[in-house]
């Protein structure tokens, strides 16, 4: 039995079950409306729950936020990190005053890193978390809702699309990321 041409629609009750698993073990991206290869995928954001988030329970609201913005989650693990991976991935902090009880305090317990994708993942990200500083957050936004500390800052996101990429490159492999095609988002964006 052949594999079906790229341009076929996945959803065709014609197609005979193997073209499905075909996609699966091949990736392939398939717009919802069946007109064949999506776009390439949409920008990405690192975030990742700090210790107090997840000490606090905080991961499943945290992530219900960004999935109820419309955005699609693309990776995710559990992990608690070395010293020496905390200090590249705050490498631009290193010579301030607090940065060795950043990184002793962010290697004490689990951290939830993610990877978000979506249009303007950077930009609307911020907005979601709010600013470095609770104090300065917006009610509505999670550091607004979930923090008063500035060192308690329940999250960390990469603050533009060239950190999030040297982020998301220094906490997942290539293969741990996924691209799927997520069936709502002809409903979240217009074009």
Same mark, same amino acid.
Request: proline share 8%.
């Given at each position: 039995?052949? +594999?079906?041409?790229?341009?076929? &629609?996945?959803?065709?009750?014609?197609?005979?079950?193997?073209?499905? $698993?075909?996609?699966?073990?091949?990736?392939?991206?398939?717009?919802?409306?069946?007109?064949?290869?999506?776009?390439?995928?949409?920008?990405?954001?690192?975030?990742?729950?700090?210790?107090?988030?997840?000490?606090? /329970?905080?991961?499943?609201?945290?992530?219900?936020?960004?999935?109820?913005? /419309?955005?699609?989650?693309?990776?995710?693990?559990? +992990?608690?990190?070395?010293?020496?991976?905390?200090?590249?991935?705050?490498e631009d902090l290193k010579g301030k005053p607090?940065?060795?009880?950043?990184?002793?305090?962010?290697?004490?317990?689990?951290?939830? #890193?993610?990877?978000?994708?979506?249009?303007?993942?950077?930009?609307?990200?911020?907005?979601?978390?709010? $600013?470095?500083?609770?104090? #300065?957050?917006?009610? /509505?936004?999670?550091?607004?809702?979930? #923090?008063?500390?500035?060192?308690? &800052?329940?999250?960390?996101?990469?603050?533009? +699309?060239?950190? $999030?990429?040297?982020?998301? $490159?220094?906490?997942?492999?290539?293969?741990?990321? &996924?691209?799927?095609?997520?069936?709502?988002?002809?409903?979240?964006?217009?074009?």
């Open positions: 039995m052949g +594999v079906p041409a790229e341009t076929g &629609n996945p959803a065709d009750p014609d197609l005979p079950f193997s073209f499905n $698993a075909y996609c699966l073990r091949h990736e392939c991206i398939y717009s919802p409306s069946g007109q064949g290869p999506s776009a390439p995928p949409a920008p990405r954001r690192f975030i990742a729950v700090k210790p107090d988030g997840v000490q606090r /329970g905080l991961v499943g609201e945290i992530i219900g936020r960004f999935e109820r913005r /419309g955005y699609k989650l693309a990776a995710i693990k559990l +992990v608690t990190a070395s010293k020496e991976h905390l200090q590249k991935h705050y607090f940065f060795d009880g950043l990184i002793e305090y962010m290697a004490s317990g689990p951290i939830c #890193a993610m990877v978000w994708e979506g249009r303007e993942a950077c930009k609307v990200g911020r907005q979601l978390l709010g $600013a470095t500083n609770p104090m #300065a957050s917006q009610p /509505g936004t999670i550091r607004g809702d979930f #923090a008063i500390d500035v060192g308690r &800052n329940v999250c960390h996101g990469s603050d533009g +699309v060239e950190s $999030a990429q040297k982020e998301i $490159a220094l906490w997942f492999k290539k293969e741990e990321i &996924n691209s799927w095609p997520k069936v709502d988002e002809r409903w979240v964006y217009e074009k």
